[in-house]
């Protein structure tokens, strides 16, 4: 990672607030955040695109502004004429550290249900690469393998932006204890 990209990873990433930790724990909210990330959307699009009613939608949407991880974008003319408030995600998410490690096992989980739903909603052929491993692995391995991984990763989310014109791609990087 050069030194201009370390400063500026360094600079951004800190402990999650109660508030924003709790609106990253719903899978809704996680979808909602992803796809204002891709482009401003009104309340309905959201709901059109997830399935969901307006209302349940808007409560969730509303939860993320209060947190500070989404916002109104300028209001603008829809393609009837009517004006129509778009949102947009502030781009601080991914530089929480953390942000669900103290949570409850449901709230947990809310990261891992969003992206099942993800592909689900993608489908198989969407799977561009799929690495399935066994390791064993102290707590101070799992941590080096951790913070090696969110290096290379944070690196190309700094620098996502240079690559707006490439396809989306979503993934997660799970650990878990395996049952004996």
Request: proline fraction near 5%; charged fraction near 35%.
């Amino acid at each position: 990672m050069d030194d201009q990209v370390a400063a500026r990873v360094a600079e951004r990433r800190r402990e999650a607030t109660a508030r924003e930790a709790k609106a990253l724990g719903h899978p809704l909210r996680l979808r909602v955040l992803r796809l204002c990330g891709q482009r401003e959307l009104t309340n309905k699009e959201l709901a059109d695109r997830l399935g969901k009613d307006p209302g349940t939608v808007l409560y969730h949407v509303r939860q993320l502004a209060e947190a500070g991880l989404l916002e109104q974008a300028p209001v603008r003319t829809g393609v009837s004429g009517a004006l129509e408030k778009p949102y947009r995600t502030v781009g601080k998410t991914w530089w929480l550290d953390g942000p669900l490690n103290d949570e409850d096992a449901d709230t947990r989980f809310g990261p891992i249900e969003a992206f099942q739903d993800e592909l689900r909603e993608a489908g198989p052929a969407s799977v561009r690469v799929v690495e399935r491993f066994a390791l064993h692995l102290s707590p101070e391995e799992v941590t080096e393998l951790d913070n090696r991984i969110l290096d290379i990763l944070d690196e190309y989310m700094a620098t996502d932006h240079r690559r707006l014109d490439r396809p989306l791609l979503n993934g997660i990087f799970l650990l878990h204890r395996l049952t004996e």
